[in-house]
């Protein structure tokens, strides 16, 4: 037996193997080829995502939108950005998938199915807020390691479920609860069954919010699956890894949750503020709560050619994670004036508010940035430059910009 | 030519055309069966030289210093850092960060005390330079310049 024919046909087996069938007419594949089974899937199709969404990380998958694919006022799933820690988990059996909640404040763990969740309690629908603590990451100097997240990491879509409360309310709970962590499906990148890949979750403060969701719908259909198919835990205005994808255990801790990426630096930023590139210990980390104040122009896309004395109308989304937006502005003069924008009121707690504004006073042609900033509802506004350095680069709420040209 | 003559080169004839025939049946018999038992017989055979498995050979492919498989430099480590690096995560969890060679060896002692990364043993050395020769940080300020604009004609 030759060299070439050894290779393909144990390629062929291999493929098979892989395949857990035959391949009939395998020895007709030509060379080089690879079964559309085993190719690289294509994410854009496999997640119903736009192509113009960028793919940060294929293993685990990691993608994010770009300012101007955030324009809806509800963000659809094409444009909403994927972050996940591990594999997304196989065979989901939803008709068969329960609930089970423990933890050491819980007198005696009980286990929920998903139908008996659906049909024992009042449904819920807000419109939510979930930013990744990393959106901005890229933009850090020196530059923190993780996914490099530029500015659309951030999604604000309808979610339905039933409330977290009712369900804690229900079973019962010690009065020495601190903190609820949930556990899910999902799978570790080593594939080692015993970790988890990411197991965080709230205070009790938190847990036991009107808006904080066991949620199976998003946007009135089920949950698609990279967004955590068939429940998912919803807690609006907090890093969006504090909403638990594919979830099936919530535990009601006496302390605050030490499941996967609570410790350490994961979503922690120093508790005093430190210097770009200082060496923090662990101990002197805290657990990021509530998202800042932040916004994006979500049109025009930047780039834009404007002829002279034409308007320029733009548009955008703000949000303060659990705050509301108190005020919105826009420079067109690397912030040495601001002009205010219209600002509509939130549809819900939690959800991101819309402003626009017509620009018709640029002095003459030439190439300008729109620069826009929110302010909290506690007069907090948004940074021009970078905010607060910190180890794993979380936070980036520096104002969103665009470029103009006047000719 | 006589009646008997002809009859007798009609028969030769005939007798010809069925050894002919007979002999392109068995023949195609033997072909089939040896095209069943090798497939590839029918393809055209490459150079000696070009006997290699393409497989390999695409991942092996260098553009423009650049590993196009996995969009890593082409650089001493880069075997080592294949083989370590791309197992659990894709080789872009790399590439789109920037670190000091203290900065890796910390990521990497973080992969292995809780993403159950091995042990490198001395190829840690050699994965550490890679990395912190290839991807080191970039200077730059509190607020780069914009980049990378798409200019387009705006139209209301």
């Known amino acids: 037996m030759n060299r070439r024919r050894f290779i393909s046909q144990t390629s062929l087996t291999s493929l098979a193997t892989l395949l857990g069938a035959d391949i009939v007419f395998g020895h007709k594949i030509p060379e080089g080829y690879t079964p559309i089974a085993l190719q690289d899937p294509d994410p854009f199709k496999l997640f119903n995502k736009d192509t113009e969404m960028s793919i940060l990380n294929n293993k685990p998958w990691n993608i994010e939108a770009k300012a101007h694919l955030l324009d809806e006022k509800i963000t659809s799933n094409k444009y909403m950005f994927v972050r996940n820690n591990g594999l997304i988990p196989e065979n989901i059996d939803a008709k068969n998938w329960t609930l089970t909640i423990d933890g050491e404040s819980v007198s005696k763990s009980k286990t929920y199915t998903l139908e008996e969740l659906k049909s024992k309690f009042q449904h819920y629908t807000y419109q939510l807020t979930l930013e990744c603590g990393g959106n901005g990451r890229s933009e850090f100097n020196p530059p923190a390691k993780g996914n490099q997240w530029t500015v659309g990491a951030v999604s604000c879509a309808n979610w339905t479920g039933v409330r977290l409360k009712d369900v804690l309310q229900d079973l019962g709970f010690k009065s020495n609860a601190v903190y609820i962590g949930y556990h899910a499906a999902d799978i570790h990148l080593s594939r080692n069954p015993e970790k988890e890949p990411i197991s965080r979750g709230v205070p009790m403060e938190k847990a036991l919010q009107d808006e904080t969701l066991l949620a199976f719908q998003m946007n009135g259909k089920d949950i698609p699956l990279a967004h955590g198919y068939p429940l998912r835990l919803i807690a609006g205005g907090w890093p969006a890894s504090a909403s638990g994808k594919w979830v099936n255990r919530i535990s009601i801790r006496d302390k605050v949750h030490d499941g996967a990426k609570m410790t350490g630096t994961s979503y922690r930023v120093p508790c005093e503020p430190v210097a770009p590139g200082e060496k923090v210990v662990d101990e002197d980390m805290c657990i990021i709560e509530s998202m800042p104040v932040k916004s994006l122009i979500t049109y025009p896309k930047s780039g834009a050619i404007i002829k002279k004395g034409k308007a320029l109308n733009i548009r955008g989304h703000a949000w303060a994670g659990e705050l509301e937006v108190q005020n919105m502005e826009y420079s067109i003069d690397f912030g040495s004036t601001w002009h205010s924008c219209a600002l509509q009121k939130p549809v819900n707690r939690l959800a991101w508010q819309h402003f626009s504004a017509s620009i018709d006073h640029f002095p003459k042609k030439g190439y300008y940035e729109v620069w826009a900033r929110a302010k909290d509802s506690r007069g907090k506004s948004q940074p021009m430059l970078l905010p607060g350095w910190n180890p794993k680069g979380y936070l980036n709420n520096a104002c969103h910009r665009i470029a103009i040209k006047v000719t | ?156």
Not at chain 2, 19 to 38: D, E, H, K, M, T
Not at chain 2, 78 to 94: D, F, G, M, W, Y
């Open chain 2, 1 to 156: 030519m006589s009646f008997e003559n002809k009859f007798k080169t009609q028969v030769q004839k005939l007798y010809q055309r069925l050894i002919l025939g007979f002999g392109i049946i068995v023949l195609s018999v033997f072909a089939l069966i040896y095209i069943v038992l090798n497939p590839y017989s029918l393809q055209k055979s490459p150079d000696e030289s070009e006997i290699v498995d393409i497989t390999t050979e695409q991942e092996d492919l260098i553009e423009n210093g650049i590993h196009i498989a996995t969009g890593f430099v082409d650089a001493n480590g880069l075997t080592e850092v294949i083989q370590n690096c791309t197992n659990c995560h894709s080789a872009k969890l790399v590439t789109q960060n920037r670190m000091t060679k203290e900065g890796w060896v910390a990521t990497i002692r973080w992969m292995q005390e809780t993403q159950n990364l091995w042990d490198l043993g001395k190829n840690e050395e050699i994965i550490v330079n890679y990395l912190a020769t290839n991807y080191a940080p970039d200077k730059k300020g509190r607020r780069d310049i914009l980049t990378d604009i798409d200019w387009y004609t705006l139209e209301e």
